[in-house]
C-alpha cells in the first residue's frame, strides 16, 4: 500500500510539474511569462493610443516618444512651460509598437523627436539584431523628406537586478546601446548617452535612481534633464 501511494505521489507531481510547464509554454515562456510577472499593462498600448489619435494637430511640438520612461514623467514641468511638449510614451511598448504609431507623431509636424525604446524587446528575448532593425527603421521614418524634425536617441537605460529580478542578462542593454550608437551615427543624429550616467561600477541601475530596479524616480529623471539640457541649450 505504502508503494502504491508513493507512486501515486509521484507520478501526481510530474503531471503537476508537465503541466505547468505546459502553462508557461502556452504563456509564451519562461521570459515572457517571468516580464508579464512584473507588468500589467493589458490593453494600454491600445488605450493610449486611441487617446492620442483624438487629439489636434501641435505643430512644432516637442515630442517625447518611447516606452514607461517616457510615459511616467511630467515632461513639461521638468523641462520648462516654455517647451511645448508632447508625451507619447506608452508603458510596456516595444520598437514595433512605436514604429506602428508613427504616422500619429508626424501628424504634428514635431520640431524635435526624443526616443527611448528598446527595453521591452530585450526583456521579451528579441535578438538584437531585430531589435536594431526596427529601431532603424523608426529613425527612417522620422527622418524621412518632408518630416525630418530633429532627433535625440536615448540609450536603453540599465536596470538593478538587485533590487528586482528581471530575468534578463544586464550585459544586453550595453551590446543595444552600441547598436543605437551606430544609428545616431548613419543618421548624424545626437545620442544622449543615460546608461553610463545611470550605472553604477556593476553597470547596475543607480539604487538612488529608482524604487524598482527598472523606472525612474524623481532623482532618476533629474540626471535626465541635466544631459538632455546641455543639448537643448546646446552645452
Known amino acids: 500500500m505504502r508503494r502504491w501511494a508513493t507512486?501515486?505521489?509521484?507520478?501526481?507531481?510530474?503531471?503537476?510539474?508537465s503541466a505547468f510547464f505546459l502553462l508557461i509554454q502556452r504563456l509564451g515562456g519562461f521570459r515572457y511569462t517571468m516580464y508579464r510577472a512584473y507588468h500589467s499593462e493589458a490593453g494600454l498600448y491600445a488605450h493610449r493610443k486611441s487617446l492620442f489619435a483624438l487629439f489636434p494637430?501641435?505643430?512644432?511640438?516637442?515630442?517625447?516618444l518611447g516606452d514607461s520612461q517616457i510615459e511616467q514623467c511630467e515632461w513639461r514641468e521638468l523641462l520648462g512651460d516654455s517647451l511645448h511638449i508632447l508625451n507619447r510614451g506608452i508603458t510596456g511598448d516595444q520598437t514595433a509598437g512605436v514604429l506602428d504609431r508613427?504616422?500619429?507623431?508626424?501628424?504634428?509636424?514635431?520640431?524635435l523627436v526624443v526616443l527611448c525604446v528598446g527595453i521591452n524587446d530585450l526583456?521579451?528575448?528579441k535578438a538584437i539584431p531585430e531589435i536594431a532593425e526596427t529601431y532603424r527603421s523608426i529613425v527612417q521614418q522620422l527622418r524621412k523628406p518632408g518630416a525630418a524634425p530633429q532627433v535625440v536617441l536615448v540609450s536603453v537605460l540599465p536596470i538593478n537586478n538587485q533590487i528586482k529580478n528581471m530575468g534578463l542578462d544586464p550585459h544586453?542593454?550595453?551590446?543595444?546601446?552600441?547598436e543605437i550608437q551606430q544609428i545616431?551615427?548613419?543618421?548624424?543624429?545626437?545620442?544622449?548617452?543615460?546608461?553610463t550616467e545611470l550605472s553604477d561600477a556593476q553597470g547596475q541601475l543607480l539604487p538612488?535612481?529608482?524604487?524598482?530596479?527598472?523606472?525612474?524616480n524623481g532623482q532618476g529623471y533629474l540626471v535626465w534633464k541635466k544631459q538632455l539640457d546641455k543639448i537643448l541649450l546646446g552645452t
Open 208 to 216: 538612488t535612481c529608482t524604487e524598482d530596479g527598472l523606472h525612474l
Open 184 to 195: 545616431a551615427r548613419s543618421f548624424a543624429l545626437p545620442y544622449l548617452d543615460l546608461y
Open 172 to 178: 544586453l542593454i550595453p551590446a543595444f546601446n552600441i
Open 123 to 125: 526583456l521579451l528575448g
Open 102 to 111: 508613427l504616422d500619429d507623431i508626424l501628424r504634428n509636424r514635431p520640431n
Open 57 to 64: 494637430d501641435r505643430p512644432g511640438a516637442m515630442v517625447m
Open 7 to 17: 507512486g501515486f505521489s509521484l507520478l501526481l507531481n510530474l503531471l503537476l510539474l
